[in-house]
């Protein structure tokens, strides 16, 4: 069962179809035109508690598709982080921070004050951020106003820079992207995509194992 997208850029359907003609599986598809409005009461109840997560829609109606068919389904999670399948991770390998923590500093004042809508202002806050910092802003939206938030003094443990150190801190001294992939299989994976798939599998009584 998979799901996919009339825009071509967001679309993985011929994939998922040819992946499954090279096992020999039945393929079931669905091209996803959702209604947002009419759906975002059943995910407020499903998921009952803030969840950010856009993909949640297209979930929620793989979900109910495969449960036409079948009571349990195996799902793919995981192998992004196992097998480095995100493209934030190569993304990151391209990025050459500042190293100079006074030019982060600078870079963080202008970029703090420039208006929200010039151009390169995210670039230049980017600049300001430690590497982690970096990576931590490739799955986690700023929350301080300065920056495009909604909180006007986040305490420090939800700073760009810091939000994922007690994750990194516990992979030792890993290259990168491993760093990458384990702070991803420590918290994204468990916080985000896992409940994601769990409450929504869960929400039309489909049991969804996890192999990867």
Known sequence: FSIGFEEEEF???????????????KHTELIVRPDADALIEHVARTYDEPFGDSSA???????????????????????????????RYAE?????ALRSPAARRLAG???RNLPHSAYGRN????????????????VAQSLSVNEGGII?????ALELD??????????GDRDFITQ????????????????????ASMSVSLEARVPL
């Open 180 to 199: 990458m992939t384990l702070v991803d299989i420590a918290s994204y994976l468990p916080g985000d995509i896992l409940t994601k798939v769990d409450r």
């Open 92 to 96: 990151m390998e391209g990025k050459h």
């Open 162 to 171: 810091t939000i994922l150190d007690r994750w990194f801190d516990e992979t």
């Open 11 to 25: 679309n993985e359907a011929p994939q998922a179809a040819r992946v499954a003609k090279e096992l020999g599986t």
């Open 57 to 87: 829609l297209p979930t929620m109606m793989l979900c109910e598709l495969a449960r036409q068919q079948v009571t349990v389904a195996l799902s793919g999670d995981g192998g992004d982080e196992l097998f480095g399948g995100y493209t």
């Open 123 to 138: 670039r230049i806050l980017d600049l300001s951020r430690g590497r982690r910092g970096r990576y931590a802003a490739t």
């Open 109 to 111: 004042a202008l970029g």
């Open 152 to 156: 006007l003094e986040p305490p420090d």
